[in-house]
C-alpha cells in the first residue's frame, strides 16, 4: 500500500487556465456524494473508532463540515480584493473540541450537504474576473486565485476521503 503523504507537508502549483473552473466546481459537488457512498455501509463501532490516536471516519467527515465556514470566508476574501486570505487554525481547535463521534452520522453528512451545496453556489455565480484574482495564501507563502482556492479545496476533500477509506479498511480487517 502507497503511504498518504500527510497535508502539511503537499505543494501545489496553481497554474491551471481559468476553463477548468466548471470541472474543478463538479469535484467540489461530488465530495457528499462520495462520502455518503463511502461510509453508507460502515455500522457505528468503525464510523467511530480512532486508530493510533487519530480522527476516527466520522471525526474526518465532521471536519470537513468545520472547514465550511473558512472557504466560505476566503471566498469573501476574494470579493473583497483582500490581499492575504484568511488563515484557517491549524490546530483544529473547532473539530477537537466538537465531539462529532456523539453525533448521529447522518446529521454530520447533511450539515456537509447544506454546506457545500451553499458553497458551490456561490462558486458557480462568479464570473471569469473573480475567479482569476489574487490573493496570498497564508500558509503556503503563494499567490492563489479562486480557481486555485477551489481546486485546493477539492484536494483536501480527496485527502480526507482516502483517509476514510484507508480507515475503513484498517477497521474491519484489523
Known sequence: MVTQIKWFERKFSFDYPIGIFPCIIERLRGTPVRLEELIRSFPLEILTQRVNDGWSIQEHVGHLGDLETLHDGRLDDFLADAKVLRAADLTNRKTNEADHNSQPIQTLLDSFRSLRM??????EELDEEVVGRIALHPRLKQPMRVIDM???????????????AQLAKVTTTG
Open 150 to 164: 477551489a481546486f485546493f479545496t477539492a484536494e483536501h476533500d480527496d485527502h480526507h476521503v482516502a483517509k476514510m
Open 118 to 123: 451553499d458553497f458551490v453556489k456561490r462558486l
